[in-house]
């Protein structure tokens, strides 16, 4: 028998970006800016939604669960990150890489779930106004909120499951900024085929058709407007999807580049630059838009505000 000389790799070496000091130094102050701003940002949704009974509305509670995502995935990913661009690169354990890969894809899984039911309570508000009250009750609005939960997290830890149980030996070298699935399959010395061909048959229910579903939403909404006869009437109505549909198309956009489009002749750089978009700059961008973009969260800023100064 031939001896295996081929040792199990129980860490992992994320390189992060292998650059001059100055630049890693300058992109760690932006990213702990970010990370602060994105904490601040959401966390600040989160209590105007449930304390503020103005924003007492579906919509609300589902711009604060979305907020709760975000947080769950900057959390997870920044801390290690800026510890890895001070030190120019870091070592990840093996279980700590996986969970990372896990507070990862489940909350991203669930903002597509999530981004799909929101798409639907704004079909329901214009295309059915005077049923809205009925349909969208809070406890139906619960219940769409935790099965987007329940499905995102247990779905995504079956394959995180099957994911861990190749092997990986050799090389244990990650040239990314954080455990991500296809650098991961990269490293495996294991037959990978099973477990891409998963991936691609969990981008039907995870990324298709809620596109699908978010498409033909708007197709209603879009129709139902331009039949509103009043231009005041129709720019208010467009008004209420603006900031959804301004942060659906971030972050499909964002997810397409990285995991849908080809990546042939894109660079490690670019690749990377492109994760950074939908994992840390889309949850700090999602609170801006939410509150420039909605007046209800401006007058609410603006009295909470107010009633500071006063007191």
Not at 84 to 91: A, D, E, K, R
Not at 107 to 130: G, K, Q
Not at 282 to 300: A, E, H, M, V, W
Request: include cysteine; charge should be positive.
């Amino acid at each position: 028998m031939k001896e295996n000389n081929l040792t199990v790799a129980t860490e992992f070496f994320l390189l992060g970006f292998q650059t001059r000091q100055s630049l890693r130094i300058s992109l760690f102050c932006l990213l702990l800016v970010v990370f602060c701003g994105t904490i601040c940002g959401n966390l600040l949704i989160i209590t105007l939604a449930y304390t503020s009974k103005i924003l007492h509305t579906p919509m609300y509670f589902f711009i604060s669960q979305l907020s709760i995502s975000d947080i769950l995935v900057i959390t997870n990913i920044v801390p290690n990150l800026l510890q890895i661009l001070l030190n120019n690169g870091g070592t990840i354990t093996f279980i700590d890489c996986f969970t990372q890969l896990y507070f990862l894809c489940a909350p991203e899984v669930f903002e597509c779930f999530l981004l799909t039911v929101m798409s639907y309570d704004r079909y329901v508000a214009i295309c059915n106004p005077l049923r809205y009250s009925t349909i969208m009750t809070s406890g139906y609005c619960a219940i769409l909120s935790i099965t987007c939960w329940i499905c995102g997290f247990s779905i995504v830890l079956i394959y995180i499951v099957k994911m861990a149980k190749l092997n990986f030996c050799g090389r244990n070298i990650i040239d990314h900024l954080f455990c991500d699935p296809l650098p991961l399959l990269e490293l495996s010395c294991s037959d990978t085929f099973i477990v891409q061909l998963e991936i691609y048959v969990l981008v039907i229910p995870f990324v298709i058709i809620p596109t699908i579903i978010i498409v033909m939403s708007y197709t209603y909404i879009v129709s139902a407007v331009l039949k509103i006869k009043s231009s005041i009437h129709r720019q208010k109505a467009f008004s209420t999807c603006s900031s959804h549909l301004t942060v659906v198309c971030i972050f499909y956009w964002t997810m397409f580049g990285v995991y849908i489009f080809p990546t042939k002749g894109r660079t490690l750089t670019i690749s990377k630059i492109l994760s950074l978009l939908y994992t840390v700059f889309t949850p700090f961008i999602n609170p801006i838009i939410y509150s420039l973009r909605n007046q209800d969260i401006k007058k609410t800023i603006l009295k909470h505000s107010t009633c500071k100064i006063k007191n």
